[in-house]
């Protein structure tokens, strides 16, 4: 069984800096496209990067120039690296991951989620 595990949120003070991580376990194939999502308070679920198998990256306006989406396909982990954050960044971070199990057909699957808080 597929699992995405996100670790790296916290409380950061604005202007800071915070890395998430997204670690995928299981029988698992290859790897397609990968994202990250956002959800704060009171607002839709936002995509804010995303890359997909060949390296290429995509990011929300609101957050290019700032954010970094990077993957390690050795060992299946997606990175946010994200810069001069502000309290509008605020929210649970989700990712997400297509990609084929062994024995099976191509999936969507998400993590946890996990909260990122700035705050002075």
């Known amino acids: 069984q597929v699992q995405l595990a996100e670790s790296g949120g916290g409380l950061v003070q604005p202007g800071g800096s915070l890395t998430l991580s997204c670690a995928a376990s299981g029988s698992i194939f290859t790897v397609h496209d990968m994202g990250w999502y956002r959800k704060a308070p009171f607002k839709q679920r936002e995509q804010i990067a995303s890359?997909?198998?060949?390296?290429?990256?995509n990011y929300a306006e609101s957050v290019k120039g700032r954010f970094s989406i990077s993957r390690n396909d050795a060992n299946n982990t997606l990175y946010l690296r994200m810069n001069s954050l502000q309290p509008e960044d605020t929210a649970v971070y989700y990712c997400?991951?297509?990609?084929?199990?062994?024995?099976?057909?191509?999936?969507?699957?998400w993590g946890q989620g996990i909260q990122v808080t700035v705050s002075s």
């Open positions: 997400t991951f297509d990609l084929i199990p062994y024995g099976a057909g191509e999936f969507n699957y």
């Open positions: 890359i997909t198998h060949t390296g290429v990256s």
